[in-house]
T-cell receptor, first 111, second 114 residues
Framework: GESVGLHLPTLSVQEGDNSIINCAYSNSASDYFIWYKQESGKGPQFIIDIRSNMDKRQGQRVTVLLNKTVKHLSLQIAATQPGDSAVYFCAENKAGNQFYFGTGTSLTVIP | DAMVIQNPRYQVTQFGKPVTLSCSQTLNHNVMYWYQQKSSQAPKLLFHYYDKDFNNEADTPDNFQSRRPNTSFCFLDIRSPGLGDTAMYLC?????????????FGPGTRLTVL
């Protein structure tokens, strides 16, 4: 499988602050990326996706940025809330069926 | 509600005793995936079915097999579980491999091999 890695394994933020979670991917042919949130004991939950022909996509309180030049993906969470505490994974897809996941970042929101 | 269902949620088996994990979906998706997720690690793709076409990952041990008798169901068979197979097993679906579409995950089955 391909290597999709995250820079930081853990991240702690104060409630109300913005969070930024980073991801590096190695396959320049990847054309679709997804951010997942996984709470303890549950399956991954879709947050937001982005195609390789875009460099930014916004959702509700979340923004994904894609920099294909340096093969870097980031997830920004605005006004982080205690319910945002979870492990966040990026996943890449190479124009086919396979999704490969990064290492994961554990986000802890401090009240 | 349309969803991905996994049974059982928790499974304990003995070393070497075959075990089967079940996944069903009401989304009518063409693609079904099985992932293994060990503690504090990312999900690792084992294999997937596109309709009836089985696609194995190169590094998936032979000990892991899968069956998809129909669109709705997919099974993960572990023929001789080892201690290292203790993990969460996640089933996921996606609609169409030719489009950009997300995967929908089930809640997972937590397998413990003693």
């Amino acid at each position: 499988g391909e290597s999709v890695g995250l820079h930081l394994p853990t991240l702690s933020v104060q409630e109300g602050d913005n969070s930024i979670i980073n991801c590096a991917y190695s396959n320049s042919a990847s054309d679709y990326f997804i951010w997942y949130k996984q709470e303890s004991g549950k399956g991954p939950q879709f947050i937001i996706d982005i195609r390789s022909n875009m460099d930014k996509r916004q959702g509700q309180r979340v923004t994904v940025l894609l920099n294909k030049t340096v093969k870097h993906l980031s997830l920004q969470i605005a006004a982080t809330q205690p319910g945002d505490s979870a492990v966040y994974f990026c996943a890449e897809n190479k124009a086919g069926n396979q999704f490969y996941f990064g290492t994961g970042t554990s986000l802890t929101v401090i009240p | 509600d349309a969803m991905v269902i996994q049974n059982p949620r928790y499974q304990v088996t003995q070393f070497g005793k075959p075990v089967t994990l079940s996944c069903s979906q009401t989304l009518n998706h063409n693609v079904m995936y099985w992932y293994q997720q060990k503690s504090s690690q990312a999900p690792k793709l084992l294999f997937h079915y596109y309709d009836k076409d089985f696609n194995n990952e190169a590094d998936t041990p032979d000990n892991f097999q899968s069956r998809r008798p129909n669109t709705s169901f997919c099974f993960l068979d572990i023929r001789s579980p080892g201690l290292g197979d203790t993990a969460m097993y996640l089933c996921a679906t996606s609609r169409d491999p030719d489009s950009y579409n997300e995967q929908f995950f089930g809640p997972g089955t937590r397998l413990t091999v003693l």
